[in-house]
């Protein structure tokens, strides 16, 4: 291996040891706060409370049995657009949905439930991160149990976001040796991209996240040229207030009801190397790496997951990763 190999595989190796020394609490700030919803909550209720928290996700509460119920996230929203475009005959049925509802609405448009999966906030960190890879999970629940009651509680939520700004905050040492360029590390996707135009509906993108299991469409011109980026949580405000028709309207128009403080886009070129990319999620709010060339083309996109899966598995030894997997169950 030449020498940029080797100063790369012991930047990775420094961030994994870093990750095996922390744990999950320790991502948490000083102070924050959780939104939990009751499960019983009308599901058009649940829109309008995450819009006023300016979030895209919270943990469900079932307060009959005293349990953590899972995690509403914009992948239940996108489950009930699917329903009512299966059903929309049961438009009136559709307002009336609990929280509750959605282990059913996706049974009936047979989509296979997500794991809900979570992790103890004292746990390895590393352990969070195998289990988000394994599981697809963007975010996960860190659960604790009360010794005397034998309760859960829900402590927070960890995204792959704040993992990746923890890692980059934490170890500039071992990121700033992450020298080879994102291209050359096969780092994102770069062939049958799933792409729409300003003119395509909010439904055919949707169709598309449904089709690919993503959570972005960069949207081109017809030069291929990137104009913006359609994220999965921008289908919250499109169904506010049980808004379903407004789903034939067109992404350009959707994407101008994007809450004023909106992150914006991050684009990189296919020469920028990890360490760029590490320094970028320490200044910003990245949710997406969008590759493009000089002229803006859009050339690929680079996920949190695909950054979270080579800073923990490239050069792992499949045997490594057997083993560590089968532990983590
Ligand atoms: P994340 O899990 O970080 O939210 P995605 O679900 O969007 O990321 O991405 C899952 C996988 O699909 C990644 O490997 C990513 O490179 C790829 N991908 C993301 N968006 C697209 C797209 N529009 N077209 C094709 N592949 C994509």
Not at 29 to 37: M, N
Not at 108 to 118: A, C, D
Not at 232 to 242: M, Q
Request: aromatic residues 6%; negative net charge; proline residues 4%.
């Amino acid at each position: 291996p030449s020498p940029l190999d080797k100063e790369q595989l012991q930047g990775l190796r420094g961030i994994r040891e870093f990750l095996k020394v922390r744990t999950s609490y320790d991502v948490l700030p000083l102070s924050f706060r959780l939104v939990v919803l009751d499960n019983d909550l009308l599901i058009k209720k649940s829109l309008n409370i995450l819009i006023q928290n300016g979030i895209v996700s919270a943990p469900l509460w079932d307060s009959r049995n005293s349990a953590f119920a899972g995690l509403l996230t914009s992948t239940d929203y996108i489950n009930v657009i699917q329903y009512y475009c299966q059903f929309p005959e049961e438009i009136d049925q559709v307002d009336k949905f609990r929280l509750s509802s959605l282990r059913e609405i996706e049974r009936r448009i047979g989509v296979v439930p997500l794991e809900t999966v979570s992790v103890h906030p004292m746990k390895p960190l590393y352990e969070a991160c195998r289990r988000m890879l394994k599981t697809r999970a963007r975010r996960i629940p860190l659960v604790d149990t009360d010794d005397e009651t034998g309760r859960e509680t829900v402590v927070s939520v960890i995204t792959q976001y704040r993992i990746l700004k923890f890692i980059a905050v934490n170890n500039e040492q071992h990121t700033m040796l992450l020298k080879k360029p994102v291209r050359e590390l096969g780092l994102g996707t770069y062939s049958k991209m799933a792409t729409a135009t300003m003119n395509s509906s909010v439904l055919d993108v949707i169709d598309l996240m449904v089709k690919y299991n993503i959570s972005a469409v960069p949207i081109v011109d017809q030069d291929y040229k990137l104009l913006n980026v359609f994220e999965a949580v921008d289908v919250i405000p499109c169904i506010k207030g049980g808004a379903y028709d407004e789903l034939s309207s067109t992404v350009g128009g959707a994407l101008s009801r994007r809450a004023e403080d909106f992150g914006g886009i991050y684009i990189c070129g296919e020469d920028d190397r990890l360490d760029s990319i590490f320094d970028t999620i320490r200044k910003s709010r990245v949710h997406r790496l969008i590759v493009v060339d000089d002229d803006s083309r859009l050339k690929g996109i680079i996920s949190l997951s695909d950054i979270l899966k080579y800073v923990l598995l490239f050069g792992e030894e499949e045997d490594v990763i057997r083993q560590q997997s089968s532990t983590l169950i």
